[in-house]
């Protein structure tokens, strides 16, 4: 588990904390109070986790809270206009056309070809195993969630896979003076132009699109192709060009983010061998030693309360930052306008009036009929209100089948003598990389 401060950090700490770990700044008494208000120098800080609070802040007043400035810059800069960077009516427009070339209809026909390429990757760990030789994990299931992304996005058309790879580094971590609040022109300044390699992702993306919008283009509709075509269907008018390709910019960054969860499944099933031999049992009755079935995928119950389990404990999203736009009251406690509000999936998943011995991993905590127990914004892995992650249904639908083919296969256990610490700012992962030992069963 992440040590946590005694008691909250100075302004300076706070700062050097969040900017190398944004985790690393939540000390004991935000696991204890739902609402806290702290001041780190002229700034007001709020931290929700009152699932009222969550509520109040990600939906019933969502406009009041825009995404904190500081934080979306560091996006804007590589992904333009596209949902993850943009705020208002462009984002209402973005959203409403790259909804549903997203959803779980869209991505029902490469459930196939993902088991496939999920599989033959797999048999490669063979050899690793047989060498006996300690393998990072994390890097390891990284590439294997851009080849399954790349299907999706594009094909499977190999110059888009470094488009992936530069996008998936984006935002990058966060600097001192990137958190400290300051005028929006200097803040342009700052953030400075996109880089050389970002350049270099945007031509092979309009190279794409472009492809894309020929009519005479044999290839499959794919996502890229769903976004060029799609239609808002409110305006009935396609994307413009260049916001087109920030919104496919947008949604590849996002999905490459929210599968990051499936490293620290095998961690907790390592931990935890209980849960991992029911695990083990339930893949081996649903797939009967053979690759799973798409129309299997739902019989895994007991596969998604482990992942339900493990994004409560390691959540994709940790961490939400919004800004007061206007004068507010949260829970009763009195926002003034320019506030950064912080809501904290890392907190609220382990929250100790929220959860029964929150640090421990339990996934009957999401067997059938507990859901019925809980607050609905007690629980936000892919956040929650309008800006929920517009590829959630497509994450699970990867991590059950990353899942069930890695378990049908292998152990895994965790390499002596090598630390494993959380690392968040937008997104979770294991710092320096999760090394492992391949078990084949």
């Given at each position: 588990?992440?040590?946590?401060?005694?008691?909250?950090?100075?302004?300076?700490?706070?700062?050097?904390?969040?900017?190398r770990?944004?985790l690393?700044?939540?000390?004991?008494?935000?696991?204890?109070?739902?609402?806290?208000?702290?001041?780190?120098?002229?700034?007001?800080?709020?931290?929700?986790?009152?699932?009222?609070?969550?509520k109040?802040?990600?939906?019933?007043?969502?406009?009041?809270?825009?995404?904190?400035?500081?934080?979306?810059?560091?996006?804007?800069?590589?992904?333009?206009t596209?949902?993850?960077?943009?705020?208002?009516?462009?984002?209402?427009?973005?959203?409403?056309?790259?909804?549903?070339?997203?959803?779980?209809?869209?991505?029902?026909?490469?459930?196939?070809?993902?088991?496939?390429?999920?599989?033959?990757?797999?048999?490669?760990?063979?050899?690793?195993?047989?060498?006996?030789?300690?393998?990072?994990?994390?890097?390891?299931?990284?590439?294997?969630?851009?080849?399954?992304?790349?299907?999706?996005?594009?094909?499977?058309?190999?110059?888009?896979?470094?488009?992936?790879?530069?996008?998936?580094?984006?935002?990058?971590?966060?600097s001192?003076?990137?958190?400290?609040?300051?005028?929006?022109?200097?803040?342009?300044?700052?953030?400075?132009?996109?880089?050389?390699?970002?350049?270099?992702?945007?031509?092979?993306?309009?190279?794409?699109?472009?492809?894309?919008?020929?009519?005479?283009?044999p290839?499959?509709?794919?996502l890229?192709?769903?976004?060029?075509?799609?239609?808002?269907?409110?305006?009935g008018?396609?994307?413009?060009?260049?916001?087109?390709?920030?919104?496919?910019?947008?949604?590849?960054?996002?999905?490459?983010?929210?599968?990051?969860?499936?490293?620290?499944i095998w961690?907790?099933?390592?931990?935890?061998?209980?849960?991992?031999?029911?695990?083990?049992?339930?893949?081996?009755?649903?797939?009967?030693?053979?690759?799973?079935?798409?129309?299997?995928?739902?019989?895994?119950?007991?596969?998604?309360?482990?992942?339900?389990?493990?994004?409560?404990?390691?959540?994709?999203?940790?961490?939400?930052?919004?800004?007061?736009?206007?004068?507010?009251?949260?829970?009763?406690?009195?926002?003034?306008?320019?506030?950064?509000?912080?809501?904290?999936?890392?907190?609220?998943?382990?929250?100790?009036?929220l959860w029964?011995?929150?640090?421990?991993?339990?996934?009957?905590?999401?067997?059938?009929?507990?859901?019925?127990?809980?607050?609905r914004?007690?629980?936000?892995p892919?956040?929650?209100?309008?800006?929920?992650c517009?590829?959630?249904?497509?994450?699970?639908?990867?991590?059950?089948?990353?899942?069930?083919?890695?378990?049908?296969?292998?152990?895994?256990?965790?390499?002596?003598?090598?630390?494993?610490?959380?690392?968040?700012?937008?997104?979770?992962?294991?710092?320096?990389?999760?090394?492992?030992?391949?078990?084949?069963?």
């Open positions: 588990m992440l040590p946590r401060p005694k008691k909250p950090l100075s302004t300076l700490g706070a700062l050097r904390a969040a900017s770990n944004a690393s700044f939540c000390d004991e008494e935000l696991f204890d109070r739902l609402i806290v208000s702290r001041r780190y120098g002229l700034q007001r800080v709020l931290f929700v986790s009152d699932p009222a609070g969550v109040h802040v990600l939906l019933d007043r969502f406009d009041n809270y825009p995404r904190w400035s500081s934080s979306r810059r560091l996006f804007e800069t590589e992904l333009g596209g949902t993850l960077a943009s705020e208002g009516e462009v984002w209402r427009r973005h959203r409403r056309v790259a909804t549903p070339a997203i959803d779980a209809r869209s991505v029902a026909s490469d459930i196939p070809e993902l088991i496939a390429i999920a599989e033959a990757r797999a048999g490669r760990l063979n050899a690793v195993a047989r060498k006996g030789q300690p393998v990072d994990l994390q890097g390891w299931l990284n590439r294997l969630s851009v080849a399954m992304w790349n299907h999706v996005v594009s094909g499977g058309d190999p110059d888009c896979v470094e488009v992936i790879n530069m996008l998936a580094q984006v935002p990058r971590r966060p001192p003076i990137d958190i400290v609040p300051k005028p929006s022109w200097l803040s342009e300044i700052l953030t400075g132009a996109p880089s050389s390699q970002s350049v270099a992702a945007n031509a092979t993306l309009d190279r794409l699109i472009a492809a894309r919008r020929d009519p005479a283009y290839g499959p509709r794919d890229i192709w769903r976004v060029v075509h799609g239609i808002d269907r409110e305006t008018q396609p994307l413009p060009p260049s916001e087109a390709r920030d919104e496919v910019a947008s949604l590849v960054n996002g999905g490459v983010a929210t599968v990051r969860a499936m490293t620290w961690y907790l099933l390592a931990l935890c061998p209980e849960a991992e031999a029911r695990l083990h049992d339930e893949v081996d009755a649903v797939t009967a030693g053979q690759p799973i079935e798409a129309d299997k995928l739902q019989q895994l119950r007991y596969v998604r309360q482990v992942l339900d389990e493990t994004m409560r404990l390691y959540p994709p999203i940790p961490s939400i930052f919004r800004e007061a736009a206007e004068d507010d009251v949260v829970c009763g406690e009195p926002v003034k306008a320019g506030t950064f509000v912080l809501v904290m999936p890392w907190l609220i998943h382990r929250h100790r009036k029964t011995d929150p640090d421990s991993f339990d996934p009957e905590r999401f067997a059938a009929g507990m859901a019925a127990q809980r607050h914004y007690a629980y936000l892919f956040a929650a209100g309008p800006r929920v517009v590829a959630a249904a497509f994450a699970m639908t990867q991590l059950l089948i990353t899942v069930a083919v890695l378990a049908r296969r292998f152990r895994f256990r965790m390499a002596p003598g090598r630390a494993v610490i959380p690392s968040g700012t937008a997104t979770l992962r294991a710092r320096g990389g999760l090394y492992v030992l391949v078990e084949p069963r």
